[in-house]
């Protein structure tokens, strides 16, 4: 059992930057990937970053390569997502989630097990 809770949503401006934190429970953080989501209102949810056990097993979606980073401290079992230059199209609520690690790297919501409860980012133009 994993339990994960996001930090650092909020309010901005477009070409701001936030960085959300996902703190993870128990003693296996390195055992999963781990992936960041979000959901705008009225759309599906929708892929954004993921990482495996290592920080340079990262994959992104394309909307957000180059703006956004996923990273993670495993001593803190803890993931990162920096993400810079924001636009309003990425307003949305912003899940983690841990899932198996496996190859190719999990994109898709029912690649994972656990998900946090979501921190809202908005973005305003």
């Known amino acids: 059992q994993v339990q994960l809770v996001e930090s650092g949503g909020g309010l901005v401006q477009a070409g701001d930057s936030l960085r959300l934190s996902c703190a993870a429970s128990?003693?296996?953080?390195?055992?999963?990937?781990m992936g960041w989501f979000r959901q705008a209102p009225g759309k599906e949810r929708e892929f954004v970053a993921t990482i495996g056990e290592r920080d340079n097993l990262t994959t992104y979606a394309d909307s957000v390569k180059g703006r956004f980073t996923i990273s993670r401290d495993n001593a803190k079992n803890t993931v990162y997502l920096q993400m810079n230059s924001l636009k309003p199209e990425d307003t949305a609520v912003y899940y983690c989630?841990?899932?198996?690690?496996?190859?190719?790297?999990?994109?898709?919501?029912?690649?994972?097990?656990?998900w946090g409860q979501g921190t809202q980012v908005t973005v305003s133009s």
């Open positions: 989630a841990a899932g198996r690690l496996r190859s190719p790297p999990p994109v898709r919501p029912r690649d994972y097990d656990y």
């Open positions: 128990g003693r296996t953080f390195t055992s999963y990937a």
